[in-house]
């Protein structure tokens, strides 16, 4: 099975940016669909973005054109790089990985990064 562990979040103005990187060990990633979810306080946990094995991705309607999801195959990693952030997106970012293709449910999960927007 893959293990998940979550880098990179942290406090940034509204407008900045900021790359979280999720690290994988014991699988090899591009083996995976990995996704990123959020969750904020008093909110249900939401998905962001995935990035399949066969190498497309998909985003959520309200971060689509100010986020990228990559994946660096040497690296293991798979990366979301979040532009123009607004405070609603201050939230736990969490990376997920599944073997299906566009999984409804994940099985493998980091243990989460905080992001802070602050306006």
């Known amino acids: 099975q893959v293990q998940l562990v979550e880098s990179g979040g942290g406090l940034v103005q509204a407008g900045g940016s900021l790359r979280l990187s999720c690290a994988a060990s014991?699988?090899?990633?591009?083996?995976?669909?990995v996704g990123w979810f959020r969750q904020a306080p008093g909110k249900e946990r939401e998905f962001v973005a995935a990035f399949s094995w066969s190498g497309t991705t998909n985003y959520a309607n309200s971060v689509k054109g100010r986020f990228t999801i990559s994946r660096d195959n040497a690296k293991n990693t798979v990366y979301l790089l979040m532009n123009s952030l607004k405070p609603e997106d201050t939230a736990v970012y969490y990376c997920?990985?599944?073997?299906?293709?566009?999984?409804?449910?994940?099985?493998?999960w980091g243990q989460g990064t905080q992001v802070t927007v602050s306006s």
């Open positions: 997920a990985a599944d073997s299906r293709f566009w999984p409804t449910n994940y099985n493998y």
């Open positions: 014991g699988r090899t990633v591009s083996s995976y669909t």
